[in-house]
């Protein structure tokens, strides 16, 4: 099994940023691909952001381009998400994730094991 906890949400104005980290534990080497999703209330489970854990290439949604920037550290098993020019449509619950592929999907049924999420609010 392989162990998922996010820290690093909170609130924050609008233009802001912050920096949101998952760090694994467990069974690590069996996973290959780390993403982060993000949750409203009401919606459905959206991709923001992926990354190969061993070559480090990386995926991001559309809209979360230029402002998101996915990074790990292999040393200590962690994945960084760097949120900057926060929008108050940003707000959710933000979820880590890993897979045992190495193919960086954007589809939530394609990881294996989830954080249990870390609240980011923007205020307008």
């Known amino acids: 099994q392989v162990q998922l906890v996010e820290s690093g949400g909170g609130l924050v104005q609008a233009g802001g940023f912050l920096r949101l980290a998952c760090t694994a534990s467990?069974?690590?080497?069996?996973?290959?691909?780390r993403a982060w999703f993000r949750q409203a209330p009401g919606k459905e489970r959206e991709f923001v952001a992926a990354i190969n854990w061993k070559y480090g290439y990386s995926d991001y949604a559309d809209s979360m381009k230029g402002r998101f920037t996915i990074s790990r550290d292999n040393s200590d098993n962690t994945v960084y998400l760097q949120m900057n020019s926060l929008k108050p449509e940003d707000t959710a619950v933000y979820y880590c994730?890993?897979?045992?592929?190495?193919?960086?999907?954007?589809?939530?049924?394609?990881?294996?094991?989830w954080g249990q999420g870390t609240q980011v609010t923007v205020s307008s």
């Open positions: 467990g069974r690590t080497f069996r996973t290959y691909a």
């Open positions: 994730a890993a897979g045992q592929t190495e193919i960086l999907s954007r589809a939530p049924l394609h990881y294996d094991y």
